[in-house]
């Protein structure tokens, strides 16, 4: 169980989170969605505990970061360390031993190369190798699918279908609509920093035509396409 209370998050005069209340079960997962700038990364970023805020967060588990995983929408590596170096790194970490990295490694990376090396899909796929790894019962995904390639996608999906069944409570953000749609119990729909709807499965469907109408309405005739 995570409980957010009067979350708030500012950066200078932006106010990115706006007394936002919020209440994730465990086991359950949670599609995260909203337009550019409507408070998601920040959102993941105060849970992680990465930022600070005002309000408070309240788990469930105890020592929950060593609990949880975050992937970052674009994740950061130190310009010299290799792939299996950090694989390593975030497992010892966690105290993880004996793990068969070359067998573990689904995504057919070149491990033995500097990770800064890597391109976006590359170091994303690497970020939630890591993660995947340390056994976390929580996981945050920022933009899971963004920059790797259809292959990868196909597989990152059956990844959190598996991890759903086993019942870890999973927090995700996609501009996918139809992959959140297979994987979520819910939706949290964020607009401007609030929490503009919080659903169940059953008005999936109602939230997509609602986001299509307002975000595309007659936009597209305004550009006189010939």
């Known amino acids: ?23 994730l079960k465990d086991g ?13 990364t920040t959102l993941f970023e105060c849970i992680a505990g990465l930022i600070n805020y005002s309000g408070s967060i309240e788990f469930k588990i105890k020592n929950i970061k060593n609990q949880m995983g975050f992937l970052h929408t674009e994740p950061y590596f130190p310009s010299l360390i290799t792939g299996r170096e950090y694989l390593q790194l975030i497992c010892n970490a966690r105290k993880l031993k ?10 057919e990376l070149p491990l033995n190369r500097f990770a800064s090396t890597y391109s976006t899909g590359m170091k994303k796929k690497l970020a939630l190798t890591g993660i ?45 609509l139809s992959t959140l749609t297979e994987l979520c119990d819910y939706y949290v729909v964020l607009k401007d920093g609030r929490i503009d ?30």
């Open 1 to 23: 169980m995570i409980d957010i209370k009067n979350l708030n998050k500012t950066y200078g005069y932006v106010h990115a989170l706006r007394d936002l209340n919020l209440h």
């Open 28 to 40: 359950f997962v949670y599609g995260v969605i909203g337009s550019n700038g409507a408070g998601k």
């Open 98 to 107: 004996s793990i068969d990295f070359d067998d573990a490694n689904i995504f």
């Open 132 to 176: 995947l790894l340390q056994k976390n019962q929580i996981f945050i995904l920022d933009e899971p699918y963004t920059g790797i390639d259809v292959q990868s996608n196909m597989l990152v999906t059956e990844i959190l279908l598996r991890l759903k069944a086993m019942h870890k409570t999973m927090l995700i953000s996609s501009h996918i």
């Open 197 to 226: 709807k919080n659903v169940t499965k059953e008005a999936f469907q109602d939230i997509e035509k609602e986001m299509r109408l307002s975000e595309i309405g007659n936009k597209i005739e305004k550009l006189k396409l010939e």
